[in-house]
């Protein structure tokens, strides 16, 4: 009787000793599991009507194949990859909206024959899924996505329109102190893509950049027949201060040309000759027409919140609901 007393004892311990670590540790994995696995299939999907699901049909590039996601958990991968996921919450909301409003514009032009309706680049929008998200952030993971889902979850079916339009949304890093009206740089005047002040970028790492090339370099890049110097004339610039054409070498060329050709960040450069080298200092890094990121970060660290920045930014607008503007719109 006193061996068996002793042996229930004993297992009376053992149990109320492991009791607690079998109940903790699966459900601890499981959270785990369940917070990396399914996190993005977490937030409900976007409904068109009668219960639809909006699904995006990614063309992954480097493997050449499509992947299928819904809209929302599209919309936070976007935003994972395209921004800082340390910026300001209220920045990171203005770049799910952005996010989001792009990709319904294009929904609603998509042709019916097309397979995809969005590449993974820029593009369209750099897109990374759960599992490449996980690689780069590693034990950053969770802190990150968790602030990424939020800023989407908290702006869910939030789009950007314009005339009860979705907007043809651009955005970019940094700007000079001014974003660049549209038709300064591609060709068309869209009334909401204006040039405004973003004086905040100046604290961005990525405002001021120089780039040395060799004189022949420069010819080879640019096509201008090989000279013993490089001759720059005739400087034009944008509102913004941006370069908007000059003369190489007696050669017109648009400060976009001269930026995309050389693979400068900015098209706001001045040119120093240095011997046979060339110096470009660029301000800025992007395109320059939209929403500026690190603006957006330097007025969400003073106070503003999405819809002041998007508003500032794309002038003009409203910031309406998916749903709302569905209701009187065929499906996408």
């Given at each position: 009787?006193?061996?068996?007393?002793?042996?229930?004892?004993?297992?009376?311990?053992?149990?109320?000793?492991?009791?607690?670590?079998l109940i903790v540790m699966p459900f601890?994995?499981?959270?785990?599991?369940?917070?990396?696995?399914?996190?993005?299939?977490?937030?409900a999907p976007s409904e068109i009507s009668e219960g639809e699901e909006t699904v995006i049909t990614v063309y992954r590039d480097q493997l050449g194949t499509t992947e299928e996601v819904p809209l929302e958990d599209y919309v936070?991968?976007?935003?994972?990859?395209?921004?800082?996921?340390?910026?300001?919450?209220?920045?990171?909301?203005?770049?799910?909206?952005?996010?989001r409003t792009y990709i319904v514009q294009k929904l609603q032009k998509k042709q019916g024959d097309q397979e995809y309706d969005v590449t993974d680049t820029v593009e369209h929008q750099v897109y990374k899924n759960?599992?490449?998200?996980?690689?780069?952030?590693?034990v950053e993971f969770t802190r990150k996505f968790d602030r990424i889902q939020q800023a989407v979850k908290e702006t869910e079916g939030e789009i950007i329109t314009y005339e009860d339009q979705p907007i043809q949304v651009a955005f970019f890093s940094t700007s000079n102190g001014f974003t660049e009206n549209a038709e300064d740089y591609w060709t068309n005047e869209i009334p909401y893509l204006?040039?405004?002040?973003?004086?905040?970028?100046?604290?961005?790492?990525?405002?001021?950049?120089?780039?040395?090339?060799?004189?022949?370099?420069?010819?080879?890049?640019?096509?201008?027949?090989?000279?013993?110097?490089?001759?720059v004339e005739n400087v034009v610039r944008t509102k913004s201060e941006r370069i908007d054409k000059l003369q190489l070498n007696g050669?017109?060329?648009?400060?976009?040309?001269?930026?995309?050709?050389?693979?400068?960040?900015?098209?706001?450069?001045?040119?120093?000759?240095?011997?046979?080298?060339?110096?470009?200092t660029t301000r800025g890094y992007g395109h320059g027409v939209g929403m500026s990121q690190y603006g957006a970060n330097g007025m969400a660290s003073e106070g503003k919140n999405y819809e002041y920045i998007l508003k500032?930014?794309?002038?003009?607008?409203?910031?309406?609901?998916?749903?709302?503007?569905?209701?009187?719109?065929?499906?996408?």
């Open positions: 009787m006193k061996k068996q007393s002793i042996l229930f004892i004993s297992i009376l311990l053992v149990t109320i000793t492991l009791l607690p670590a601890e994995e499981n959270a785990e599991d369940l917070a990396m696995d399914g996190r993005i299939a977490q937030g936070v991968s976007v935003v994972a990859a395209e921004i800082p996921a340390d910026f300001e919450m209220e920045a990171l909301k203005a770049q799910a909206l952005a996010a759960f599992d490449e998200l996980r690689d780069i952030w590693g204006k040039s405004v002040a973003s004086p905040w970028d100046e604290q961005s790492p990525k405002f001021k950049e120089q780039q040395v090339f060799s004189n022949q370099e420069v010819f080879n890049r640019l096509g201008i027949e090989t000279s013993l110097e490089l001759r050669v017109e060329f648009s400060g976009r040309e001269i930026r995309e050709k050389l693979g400068l960040r900015s098209n706001d450069f001045e040119i120093e000759r240095k011997g046979d080298h060339v110096i470009f500032h930014y794309y002038q003009g607008v409203e910031i309406n609901s998916l749903e709302e503007f569905l209701t009187n719109k065929d499906k996408i």
